[in-house]
């Protein structure tokens, strides 16, 4: 059975969805992950992940994504940065520990916080018709609240509007998670890296993203970036000894998933599930192969 990304969606919060774990799994199998999108990424949401209001679960893919500027509440974090920002409402470009700080707070916003997002997002539109900010916090905000497909248009224009932002292309790829758009997730996951390469969620993110495309060995090396990054990602570390277990890599997935037991004692179920206990109980589940399933994203990380 598949199950789905379990998204800190809180980006997106990667928008915190970033993205939950699946195989053959039941729902109550999934990992461990609370990354948000992308609080999307869908990846172990993305607890972040996710600016898909998922968005994630991201994570979970876990999948996630956060926010420019979101400082006490939505309407005077959009009016802020609309009004020195300029004529194309170009924000500044948060540095990792930044942007990873604004995606908590996303992730603790409420249904009607986003409401009002977007509502202010539609005002200061009115009268700076090409403010990069707004569009992202108005894609944001229907990401939050899971209009994946209405959001993509303000992410397209966030984008034209301010093409080096990594925050519009991280939640982007958080909202495409849980839309399963997992190729087009990989790609606005590499845009966010390519401007922002010290952001240890995007590195998540994509590899939730490969995951859920059965890229098992190439999700390794994106979760083992984000770990040279943070050493404490736990996220990091269960979805990659997860994926070392689809390709037998037994020793090798449970060194990581002990590592993200320590970490997260929640962990310690996927540590069962996929490689048994040190006293030599075997797995719950056996690796995912191509025809038994794949790894599914959790709305996180939004």
Same mark, same amino acid.
């Given at each position: 059975? #598949?199950?789905?990304?379990?998204?800190?969606?809180?980006?997106?919060?990667?928008?915190?969805?970033?993205?939950?774990?699946?195989?053959?799994?039941?729902?109550?199998?999934?990992?461990?992950?609370?990354?948000?999108?992308?609080?999307?990424?869908?990846?172990?949401?993305?607890?972040?992940?996710?600016?898909?209001?998922?968005?994630?679960?991201?994570?979970?893919?876990?999948?996630?994504?956060?926010?420019?500027? *979101?400082?006490?509440?939505?309407?005077?974090?959009?009016?802020?940065?609309?009004?020195?920002?300029?004529?194309?409402?170009?924000?500044?470009?948060?540095?990792?520990?930044?942007?990873?700080?604004?995606?908590? #707070?996303?992730?603790?916003?409420?249904?009607?916080?986003?409401?009002?997002?977007?509502?202010?997002?539609?005002? *200061?539109?009115?009268?700076?018709?090409?403010?990069?900010?707004?569009?992202?916090?108005?894609?944001?905000? #229907?990401?939050?609240?899971?209009?994946?497909?209405?959001?993509?248009?303000?992410?397209?224009?966030?984008?034209?509007?301010?093409?080096?932002?990594?925050?519009?292309?991280?939640?982007?790829?958080?909202?495409?998670?849980?839309?399963?758009?997992?190729?087009?997730?990989?790609?606005?996951?590499?845009?966010?890296?390519?401007?922002?390469?010290?952001?240890?969620?995007?590195?998540?993110?994509?590899?939730?993203?490969?995951?859920?495309?059965?890229?098992?060995?190439?999700?390794?090396?994106?979760?083992?970036?984000? *770990?040279?990054?943070?050493?404490?990602?736990?996220?990091?570390?269960?979805?990659?000894?997860?994926?070392?277990?689809?390709?037998?890599?037994?020793?090798?997935?449970?060194?990581?998933?002990?590592?993200?037991?320590?970490?997260?004692?929640?962990?310690?179920?996927?540590?069962?599930?996929?490689?048994?206990?040190?006293?030599?109980?075997?797995?719950?589940?056996?690796?995912?192969?191509?025809?038994?399933?794949?790894?599914?994203?959790?709305?996180?990380?939004?």
């Amino acid at each position: 059975m #598949k199950s789905r990304f379990r998204f800190p969606l809180a980006a997106l919060g990667l928008l915190a969805f970033l993205t939950n774990c699946a195989t053959t799994v039941t729902e109550k199998e999934k990992p461990s992950n609370t990354s948000q999108l992308m609080t999307v990424p869908e990846a172990t949401g993305a607890r972040r992940p996710d600016s898909t209001g998922a968005a994630t679960s991201a994570p979970d893919a876990r999948t996630t994504g956060e926010a420019n500027g *979101i400082a006490a509440t939505p309407a005077t974090a959009v009016a802020s940065e609309a009004a020195t920002a300029g004529t194309t409402g170009a924000p500044e470009i948060l540095s990792a520990a930044a942007a990873s700080a604004e995606r908590e #707070k996303e992730k603790k916003m409420t249904a009607l916080d986003y409401r009002n997002m977007l509502a202010n997002a539609d005002a *200061i539109l009115k009268v700076e018709p090409k403010s990069s900010t707004a569009y992202l916090q108005r894609a944001k905000a #229907k990401s939050y609240l899971k209009n994946y497909a209405e959001a993509l248009p303000d992410y397209a224009a966030a984008i034209r509007y301010q093409r080096d932002n990594p925050d519009a292309y991280y939640n982007r790829g958080v909202n495409r998670l849980m839309m399963k758009q997992y190729k087009a997730a990989v790609t606005d996951f590499s845009g966010a890296i390519k401007y922002r390469p010290e952001d240890k969620e995007s590195y998540f993110g994509r590899g939730v993203a490969k995951m859920q495309s059965y890229q098992y060995k190439s999700a390794v090396g994106d979760f083992t970036k984000a *770990i040279q990054l943070d050493s404490t990602y736990a996220d990091a570390w269960e979805y990659r000894g997860i994926s070392y277990s689809s390709f037998d890599k037994l020793s090798e997935a449970r060194r990581d998933l002990e590592k993200a037991a320590q970490l997260n004692p929640e962990a310690a179920k996927s540590l069962k599930r996929y490689v048994g206990t040190d006293e030599g109980h075997t797995p719950i589940k056996t690796p995912v192969s191509r025809t038994t399933g794949g790894y599914h994203p959790k709305p996180g990380q939004h």
